[in-house]
């Protein structure tokens, strides 16, 4: 394992044992809408920047969902169309308050 990956995995460590693996469950899912909620308007093109941001904002309007690496869902509370509105509504706070000065 690279040097850069030992570091950032032992900062989840307590004693002997690892929390790295406890994701909360709705960041992948919010990573697979954003190309397709930016996919409906072609005419914004976010930088790193504003993907940050919306990543951010729309996790944050979210309820977590952690889970440990071999958890087994049942079933999951959060609908597909509340993360895909989470992302809408963050595209749209990114594209009327970007985080960065504009030209």
């Known amino acids: 394992m690279d040097a850069k990956i030992r570091e950032l995995v032992a900062r989840y460590d307590i004693g002997d044992t690892s929390l790295f693996f406890i994701r909360n469950r709705n960041e992948r899912r919010v990573i697979e809408a954003i190309p397709r909620i930016l996919g409906e308007d072609p005419g914004f093109i976010p930088n790193t920047i504003d993907l940050q941001d919306i990543y951010a904002l729309a996790l944050n309007s979210l309820p977590p969902r952690y889970v440990q ?16 509105d989470a992302v809408r509504s963050a595209v749209a706070q990114v594209r009327a308050r970007p985080n960065y000065p504009q030209e």
């Open 69 to 84: 690496q071999g958890s087994i869902v049942l079933r999951e509370p959060v609908r597909q169309d509340e993360i895909e």
